[in-house]
């Protein structure tokens, strides 16, 4: 049964590919469940994916295999109290997704300790609450290259982003959106306007919000993709 399970995996991935689980120790002690996806390449860049509230690591799946197809590595996460991450997320009449930010630090000092990432070249994709973790963990952490947003926001539930986004400074950022999706529009022609480093946007086509643009826009993953390999390789 292992064995199909393998084979099976192994003819979803593209050419090169592969993927494994592992578990991440956050600095508070939450325990975050994780997809490393092998890139082609003996000494790669790296890219954690971040994912929305209530979703999960698999959402990145296209995406992270392939990165890792184009040798560039791929860490999926999920967030604390989602998935298969242990912890809460901070629900209530007052949500705090602050505890949060811990998470993205863990799968840095995940990638940190690994021989086979080249520790100068690596990025962060986030979507809608993913995006905002992503801007903000990137903010306090010098070693982060370049980042791709889906569907930020100014402020989602608390947690603003524009003095982190002035903060990570003339670094690469790509900002995504899509037309039927106002405030994240909104968002990210005011993130733009806020100066900084390079900013480059994507407007697509009623294709919703966050990681559901990966199933609604077919050449989204693709543009990611590019986007990495030439801030990151």
Request: avoid cysteine.
């Amino acid at each position: 049964m292992r064995l199909r399970a393998l084979l099976l995996l192994l003819l979803v991935l593209p050419a090169g590919a592969a993927s494994q689980r592992v578990s991440i120790r956050t600095d508070d002690g939450v325990t975050i469940a994780a997809t490393w996806y092998e890139p082609s390449a003996r000494m790669a860049p790296a890219v954690i994916l971040v994912h929305m509230l209530h979703r999960s690591r698999r959402d990145w799946e296209p995406v992270a295999s392939l990165l890792a197809s184009e040798g560039i590595g791929a860490l999926a996460i999920d967030l604390r109290g989602h998935g298969e991450s242990s912890g809460t997320t901070g629900e209530g009449a007052q949500p705090d997704y602050s505890a949060m930010v811990r998470d993205v630090a863990a799968a840095r000092r995940y990638l940190a300790a690994r021989s086979d990432v080249q520790q100068a070249h690596v990025g962060i994709a986030g979507a809608s609450l993913g995006a905002n973790l992503a801007v903000l963990e990137a903010a306090g952490d010098p070693s982060i290259a370049s980042l791709a947003l889906l569907s930020p926001s100014l402020d989602y539930r608390g947690l603003r982003i524009e003095p982190a986004a002035r903060k990570y400074g003339n670094r690469p950022a790509l900002l995504v959106s899509s037309d039927d999706d106002p405030y994240a529009t909104r968002s990210v022609k005011d993130l733009k306007e806020a100066g900084g480093g390079p900013r480059e946007t994507l407007l697509v086509s009623r294709a919703g919000h966050g990681t559901t643009m990966l199933g609604r826009a077919p050449d989204l993953s693709r543009a990611l993709v590019d986007w990495f390999r030439r801030t990151l390789l």
